[in-house]
């Protein structure tokens, strides 16, 4: 189980209204916290590998974007939760 002010801000981070799909948590430097943390983001990431970004297209001085149509679009990716130590 999660602390309660720790399951709030993930519920909100995993919003789809949210501004930002970043969060920094500080949590005891130990790989158990962290991968607890990541499991309980994943069970709420209703968006999981959701394709997102785009594809920018550059032809001289003629810049052109279009919505990511796969996942090798040079500015696109499959939404995920990871986590990391350092």
Known sequence: DTQPRL??????LLQHWATSSFMLVKAPEELEYLNLIATAARTLHA??????GGHYDVSGHTIRYRAAEKADDN????TQVVNADW
């Open 7 to 12: 399951q709030f801000a993930l519920e909100q």
């Open 47 to 52: 968006d999981a590998d959701k394709l997102t």
């Open 75 to 78: 500015f696109a990716t499959l």
